[in-house]
């Protein structure tokens, strides 16, 4: 079968196609190695642009994750498009094996992980991702449970400082997490700007030399910690190594130095022998756990200056791969 034509190349699609532009694709597609007849599994669907790059290189089949309700209602026509060879599924990349399993998707022949929050979820005001257009403080992927505006508004000040630090790896993070407590015995947080504020007043002003606003840490931090972003990244690699078939191949991109440690301890400790002494192994575990993973490459892979000056957003994207072997999967080592 002749792959199809990309259709976001043509005239009118140019603002599908500016909105969105997928990370590392070709080094994706590379890793990958699609080809026809195989189950690939893209755990975060997004705006589509892995899964369609993936069923226009071969004849193969995509079960395609998002646990977004607007990702996967604007995902709808490219199932229309596509037909039986995508499936589109809304659920968190944590219970892909569950989901491949109940929609007869197995054997898994690769499985592809784009970690953190799309270009859609950014530049939509609406969600609270970003403070670079007012909006909501909301931050849920899934629309579900705790928003950021509930954590600023209600958590005391020393979780918050913890929460900063763990997971935006702000050094001043009791400074922030004092200036949010007290303004909020004036007025409620209520949008992104308005903490966006109060958070560069407490770190001393945004000065023209400085990279990154100061309060993208905060927002980062406020961002994972709402959608249990690593919580997320450790079950789904966990979930991956249970579905994949032997020569089967795991592809994640990262964003951050907290997401890229995860998956290189991961890979790490997979593709070696298991650890000598653990609580959670059991006796002559030496026997019993075979490395499940062979590493693709050592280094992770990251984007050109062709792609840079065109997505500023992949300057700081990680590609990190690794082939199945047939050994049985490991225990969840708790880390």
């Not at 669907?45 to 071969?58: E, K, N, P």
């Amino acid at each position: 079968m002749t792959p199809r034509r990309d259709p976001t190349a043509g005239q009118g699609n140019r603002d599908v196609r500016s909105r969105h532009i997928p990370v590392l694709l070709p080094q994706v597609l590379a890793a990958l190695e699609p080809k026809a007849g195989q189950h690939i599994l893209d755990g975060t669907f997004g705006a589509g642009g892995y899964t369609r790059a993936i069923l226009d290189s071969a004849d193969c089949n995509v079960l395609a994750l998002d646990r977004d309700p607007s990702a996967i209602e604007s995902g709808q026509q490219l199932v229309e498009e596509y037909g039986p060879r995508l499936q589109l599924v809304q659920s968190t990349f944590s219970r892909l094996d569950e989901v491949a399993q109940a929609g007869n998707f197995t054997p898994v022949n690769a499985v592809v992980l784009d970690i953190g929050v799309s270009s859609m979820q950014l530049d939509e005001a609406a969600r609270g991702f970003s403070f670079q257009t007012d909006g909501p403080l909301d931050m849920r992927m899934s629309r579900e449970g705790l928003s950021a505006a509930d954590i600023v508004n209600t958590f005391d000040e020393e979780r918050i400082a913890d929460i900063l630090y763990q997971f935006g790896e702000e050094r001043r993070s009791r400074a922030v997490a004092r200036a949010i407590t007290r303004r909020r015995v004036e007025v409620p947080f209520q949008t992104t700007r308005d903490l966006a504020v109060v958070v560069e007043k407490a770190l001393g002003g945004h000065r023209h030399d400085q990279k990154i606003h100061p309060a993208t840490r905060t927002f980062q931090a406020l961002r994972i910690f709402v959608n249990d972003e690593l919580g997320q990244l450790k079950l789904g690699l966990l979930a991956a190594e249970r579905c994949l078939a032997p020569g089967g191949r795991l592809v994640v991109v990262t964003f951050h130095s907290l997401e890229d440690r995860i998956v290189k301890r991961f890979l790490t400790e997979r593709a070696g022998a298991a650890p000598r002494s653990s609580r959670h192994l059991p006796e002559n575990s030496e026997q019993l756990y075979k490395p499940s993973f062979q590493i693709v490459n050592r280094r992770p892979l990251t984007s050109e200056k062709g792609e840079l000056n065109v997505n500023p957003r992949a300057r700081s994207a990680r590609l990190r791969s690794a082939v199945r072997t047939n050994a049985h999967p490991w225990p969840d080592l708790g880390h």
